[in-house]
């Protein structure tokens, strides 16, 4: 079976400029994750989704990010007036329902803000 | 909030070395713990998981042990090959906390010399 994919591999935008970021998981992953990892750090947890539901956004920096996942599968990560602090490697996971279980990731959106 | 720490690299051993990575961890809850690995050019795949204390994780001769006495979770392989090169995340998920995110340690990079 397909793992989680993500498009684009790569986006270079301007500063200023709103980009979109895609996830498509697991099939039959109800949870889906979010996360943003910086160059030399670990991932940081941005969004968990329950179906199509944001069940935790506490980790979305500011009101510029915003995900949604109206249909329960695929997730769309927006970000607003990028700013160069943006770029990073944004990474998707999903797992079968949440709860601890294992998140299984896809291979990230490295993203360039010039 | 939840944390993980670990130890800074990058750790170079030779082939055959006995291998430890150090991991600690705070949490609100009694949280599920993971060790995952990015090889070069890759994603993030899991090694290995202990959802309660005493519990060990072990895949691929790596082991880790939870403590909850001492908040540890330290990765350990008796005889490391040149594949096993590699950047190690510890991370926790406190799903009983009410979050479901995954909290990651910063990585330590690993080399193994032949």
């Known amino acids: 079976g397909a793992g989680v994919s993500q498009t684009p591999s790569n986006k270079v935008t301007e500063k200023g400029k709103y980009v979109e970021l895609r996830c498509d998981p697991i099939?039959?992953?109800?949870?889906l994750y979010w996360y943003r990892q910086s160059l030399g750090q670990g991932p940081e947890f941005l969004i968990y989704?329950?179906?199509?539901?944001?069940?935790?956004d506490s980790g979305l920096p500011n009101d510029r990010f915003f995900a949604v996942r109206p249909e329960g599968s695929v997730s769309t990560l927006k970000i607003q007036r990028t700013e160069r602090g943006d770029s990073a490697v944004y990474l998707c996971?999903?797992?079968?329902?949440?709860?601890?279980?294992?998140?299984?990731f896809g291979p990230g959106t490295r993203l360039l803000v010039l | 909030g939840d944390s993980v720490t670990q130890m800074e690299g990058p750790v170079t051993l030779s082939e055959e070395a006995f291998l430890t990575i150090n991991c600690t961890y705070t949490?609100?809850?009694?949280?599920?713990l993971f060790w995952y690995v990015q090889y070069p050019g890759e994603g993030l795949q899991l090694l290995l998981k202990?959802?309660?204390?005493?519990d060990k994780g072990s895949n691929k001769g790596f082991e880790a042990t939870y403590r909850k006495e001492t908040t540890s979770f330290h990765l350990e392989k008796g005889s490391v090959q040149v594949s096993d090169s590699a950047v190690y995340f510890c991370?926790?998920?406190?799903?009983?906390?009410?979050?479901?995110?995954?909290?990651f340690g910063k990585g330590t990079h690993l080399i193994i010399q032949p």
């Open positions: 996971a999903s797992s079968f329902s949440g709860g601890g279980e294992t998140q299984y």
């Open positions: 099939s039959g992953h109800t949870a």
């Open positions: 202990a959802t309660k204390a005493d």
């Open positions: 949490a609100t809850g009694y949280p599920s």
């Open positions: 989704f329950q179906g199509t539901g944001a069940a935790d």
């Open positions: 991370a926790l998920s406190d799903s009983g906390g009410g979050a479901d995110g995954l909290t």
